[in-house]
């Protein structure tokens, strides 16, 4: 199973950037969830968005209004689409898988960075 995530850039403030994670190998309805994640060097990865196999959609509080999640389960892909970016966004970017049965993100995509220029 590979994800791979691309689409992420340099972009000033209140622009906008859409990233894709294109996953391989399975299905992502053979998961419960796809999610990003966001890392800043030196600090922990933190969830982002999240959308389950049913549709569900989960949101991290700083990106409610500002990012949305999909998933085209016809190209194995999920999408998050960013606009109003803030340069707190700035961070590598991973998408992952979640396993089913553990509820662990059990295959994460290679991170694409992402910069927002105040």
């Known amino acids: 199973v590979q994800l791979q995530a691309y689409g992420g850039g340099l972009v000033q403030a209140g622009g906008f950037l859409t990233l894709s994670c294109a996953t391989s190998?399975?299905?992502?309805?053979?998961?419960?969830?796809v999610a990003w994640h966001r890392q800043v060097l030196g600090k922990q990865r933190v969830l982002v968005a999240s959308i389950s196999r049913a549709g569900r959609t989960r949101y991290a509080d700083s990106v409610k209004g500002r990012i949305t999640i999909s998933r085209d389960n016809a190209r194995n892909t999920v999408l998050l689409q960013m606009n109003n970016l803030k340069p707190e966004d700035t961070a590598v970017y991973y998408c992952?898988?979640?396993?089913?049965?553990?509820?662990?993100?059990?295959?994460w995509g290679q991170g694409t960075q992402v910069t927002v220029s105040s």
């Open positions: 190998g399975r299905s992502i309805r053979d998961f419960y969830a």
């Open positions: 992952a898988a979640q396993s089913i049965q553990s509820g662990d993100y059990i295959y």
